[in-house]
């Protein structure tokens, strides 16, 4: 009998075949993956170590078994931590070996290469007929190639099984903090720990919600986690790649290592869909906000119902206000869409977790409907897709606003904390993680501007505010509903908002181009024209620079300061239009061309920090003008550039290029260029940024350069 019940007349077996091994072994490496595992397998048997190398017929690739071909799975158990202990010897004498852990699985294809060429063996072969295992593996052993494929026992067993007592004992929290403390030592890298993070946290909701309180066992923890990880694979490349096998097989494999006794039906829930290319018309569509109190949703939800038809086609739209109804709203949203099954839902109601976006998926499967997620667009910090910049505009709005359904207005006196719980419920994501979720999940993503590009820094008054409130609030979270620490701080966050009425007026893009711009992006999804952004952390091997941006408004007032105290400054000045060509400023710190990408990276704890810099003097000539500048103190750090005359370039003549900048100082000597000494000096304060390529990244996409360093290393 096979693995399905059938009888079968080639007397494969479910028992492991002990001469797979030395088959392996004896094999002809396919691929570099092929040839570490080999090396492993071959020392641990050579050396006697207390470790298991059982092989199985893998029955799921049966149609592609011959004679020439045949598939196994093979586990890798180590018994004993004398194993370990050991090996971590053996790789000091060879440091190429590959790491050793408790146990794995590997896909295995021993095949005959019958042209001879090692390349030609990662092409699709199928073959059609069964034979028997042994007739099939008994010649011509030292032309057998190999293909391996490794099966992620770590997260099935470390991160799923041994986290169950954590996760239903103490919450996903603590769940979380294992499953990352786990991470920390094997040493993962942070972009992985990010796919595993997700992936973890889908898995925490889930099994929690199907059984409640209830733990699952421990003996039967595969027969949740494989149907889990199986339709998990299915959302993407990507997330195949980070699962590896899943489903009935891994189940196969772990009740004959474990003899784990009789398992209950399994019943695989339905496979998680991606909003196709073109949303059909004969679907409905569900327009969602994953956002915070006073990001404009309902106002730009009244603009697309006012819209002229719409969404650019027929379908009938509906403007469901989450404030304006009682009760569960995504429940109500739910009996909607099954009374309209085509019609488009404005889902007018913050959507912050995964909870509420697995929901919103399970209602499109459900009601054959597709999923659009709005979101304000905004920097982020290293651990929430929102900027302070942006939580300062959500609230500045909503304590400007009155009669508000659900009271969350100026009259609210726990205005400023809920909308601290809100950008709360968002911690532990950055930008590029929060986005590429929401595009892995629905397929699509449409942002909403929100702040203005090239806006000056947010007020240290603005700024240290919010942060207070953060720390009040973490500090609080067991005791919130009393909000008995809370007045003084409220009336403090009124006090400074409007006292920075004007800056946070300024810093905002206009509600009619946001309105424009969302409209036009939802339409080219409804119509299929939408490109998928890239969410990818970009390649370190094209880091630039380090810089600090700096308000140009600034250097203007500046300029105008010294055009009226110093002639040959006006002489300088009269024939030229800086404010029509100084649109950008910035002092250089360190740049990877002359200083080396660990010189910029060094950088990174100060990325997205408030820097003060002084300017002393102007130094200008025919051909360019640049302030000479100091970097201040962050966090009790004095900041220094690499640059051997830090400076800020404002003109260049046509046709120069803004690093002839650099030689102004020995322009000067030469009496071929003019100083003008600023006493005292000016401080403008401006914002720490690292560049790729001329594209600004955050603090995350450093952590994962270091890690990444730390590999080669």
């Known amino acids: 009998m096979d693995w399905f019940g059938n009888d079968v007349a080639d007397g494969h077996s479910r028992n492991a075949d002990r001469s797979v091994v030395s088959k392996f072994l004896q094999a002809l490496p396919a691929d570099l993956s092929t040839t570490k595992l080999q090396e492993m397998v071959r020392l641990m048997t050579e050396k006697r170590f207390p470790a298991a190398f059982k092989c199985y017929h893998n029955f799921h690739k049966i149609n592609s078994v011959s004679s020439d071909s045949l598939h196994f799975k093979m586990v890798i158990h180590v018994h004993s931590d004398s194993a370990f202990r050991r090996y971590q010897k053996e790789m000091r004498h060879n440091p190429g070996l590959w790491p050793l852990y408790r146990g794995f699985f590997v896909d295995v294809n021993l095949f005959k290469n019958n042209k001879g060429i090692a390349a030609e063996s990662s092409q699709e072969v199928n073959y059609g007929s069964r034979t028997n295992a042994k007739d099939g593996l008994a010649n011509e052993d030292a032309n057998l190639m190999i293909k391996l494929k490794f099966l992620t026992y770590k997260i099935r067993t470390f991160l799923i099984r041994n986290g169950l007592p954590v996760l239903f004992k103490q919450g996903e929290a603590a769940y979380k903090a294992y499953y990352l403390r786990q991470m920390k030592i094997w040493n993962t890298s942070a972009a992985k720990q990010r796919e595993l993070s997700r992936m973890l946290d889908d898995w925490a909701v889930y099994i929690r919600e199907t059984y409640g309180h209830e733990q699952l066992s421990s003996f039967s923890y595969l027969s949740e986690a494989e149907p889990f990880l199986e339709q998990y694979a299915k959302r993407s490349p990507k997330t195949q790649a980070l699962i590896g096998s899943a489903g009935s097989l891994m189940r196969d494999l772990a009740i004959i290592e474990g003899s784990r006794g009789k398992e209950r039906d399994i019943v695989p829930s339905s496979p998680t869909p991606m909003v196709k290319e073109v949303i059909r018309k004969d679907?409905?569509?569900?327009?969602?906000?994953?956002?915070?109190?006073?990001?404009?949703?309902?106002?730009?939800?009244?603009?697309?119902?006012?819209?002229?038809?719409?969404?650019?086609?027929?379908?009938?739209?509906?403007?469901?206000?989450?404030?304006?109804?009682?009760?569960?709203?995504?429940?109500?949203?739910?009996?909607?869409?099954?009374?309209?099954?085509?019609?488009?839902?404005?889902?007018?109601?913050?959507?912050?977790?995964?909870?509420?976006?697995?929901?919103?998926?399970?209602?499109?499967?459900?009601?054959?409907?597709?999923?659009?997620?709005?979101?304000?667009?905004?920097?982020?910090?290293?651990?929430?897709?929102?900027?302070?910049?942006?939580?300062?505009?959500?609230?500045?709005?909503?304590?400007?606003?009155?009669?508000?359904?659900?009271?969350?207005?100026?009259?609210?006196?726990?205005?400023?904390?809920?909308?601290?719980?809100?950008?709360?419920?968002?911690?532990?994501?950055?930008?590029?993680?929060?986005?590429?979720?929401?595009?892995?999940?629905?397929?699509?993503?449409?942002?909403?501007?929100?702040?203005?590009?090239?806006?000056?820094?947010?007020?240290?008054?603005?700024?240290?505010?919010?942060?207070?409130?953060?720390?009040?609030?973490?500090?609080?979270?067991?005791?919130?509903?009393?909000?008995?620490?809370?007045?003084?701080?409220?009336t403090q966050l009124r006090e400074t908002l409007l006292q920075n009425v004007e800056y946070l007026n300024s810093i905002q893009v206009s509600f009619e181009s946001s309105v424009e711009s969302v409209l036009k992006q939802l339409k080219a999804v409804v119509k299929g024209e939408y490109t998928t952004p890239n969410t990818e952390q970009p390649s370190f091997g094209t880091i630039v620079y380090a810089a600090v941006n700096l308000p140009v408004s600034s250097f203007l007032a500046l300029l105008d300061t010294l055009d009226g105290q110093d002639p040959k400054v006006e002489g300088f000045l009269k024939d030229k239009d800086l404010r029509s060509s100084l649109t950008q400023a910035h002092l250089t710190l360190a740049h990877k061309r002359s200083h080396g990408v660990t010189a910029v990276a060094n950088y990174g704890p100060y990325v997205n920090k408030n820097v003060p810099i002084n300017m002393n003097a102007l130094l200008f000539s025919e051909k360019s003008a640049a302030l000479e500048a100091e970097p201040g103190v962050v966090d009790g750090e004095k900041l220094s550039s690499k640059n051997e005359w830090p400076h800020v370039t404002l003109w260049t003549a046509k046709g120069v290029a803004a690093k002839e900048a650099n030689v102004l100082p020995r322009l000067l000597a030469e009496g071929k260029a003019t100083r003008v000494e600023i006493n005292p000096p000016i401080t403008i304060t401006g914002v720490l940024r690292v560049f790729l390529n001329f594209v600004l990244v955050g603090l995350a996409s450093l952590i994962f350069y270091f890690n990444f360093v730390s590999c080669l290393c």
């Open 283 to 490: 679907e409905g569509l569900i327009v969602f906000f994953p956002g915070i109190p006073g990001c404009a949703k309902s106002a730009l939800c009244k603009e697309i119902m006012s819209a002229p038809r719409g969404l650019g086609d027929d379908r009938p739209v509906h403007h469901l206000m989450g404030d304006l109804f009682e009760g569960k709203y995504w429940g109500m949203v739910a009996e909607k869409r099954g009374k309209e099954p085509y019609s488009v839902i404005l889902a007018d109601k913050n959507a912050p977790n995964r909870g509420v976006w697995r929901q919103i998926e399970d209602m499109c499967r459900r009601t054959k409907a597709s999923a659009i997620p709005v979101v304000p667009d905004s920097e982020g910090t290293e651990s929430n897709p929102f900027s302070l910049d942006a939580l300062a505009v959500f609230m500045f709005r909503v304590l400007h606003r009155a009669n508000h359904p659900r009271n969350l207005d100026k009259s609210s006196p726990h205005a400023g904390y809920v909308l601290l719980k809100f950008y709360d419920l968002y911690h532990g994501k950055n930008r590029n993680e929060f986005e590429a979720e929401l595009i892995e999940r629905f397929g699509s993503l449409v942002k909403m501007p929100l702040l203005e590009p090239n806006r000056a820094p947010l007020p240290e008054c603005v700024r240290s505010t919010l942060q207070k409130g953060l720390d009040l609030y973490g500090r609080l979270k067991p005791t919130q509903d009393t909000y008995s620490e809370w007045p003084e701080w409220e």
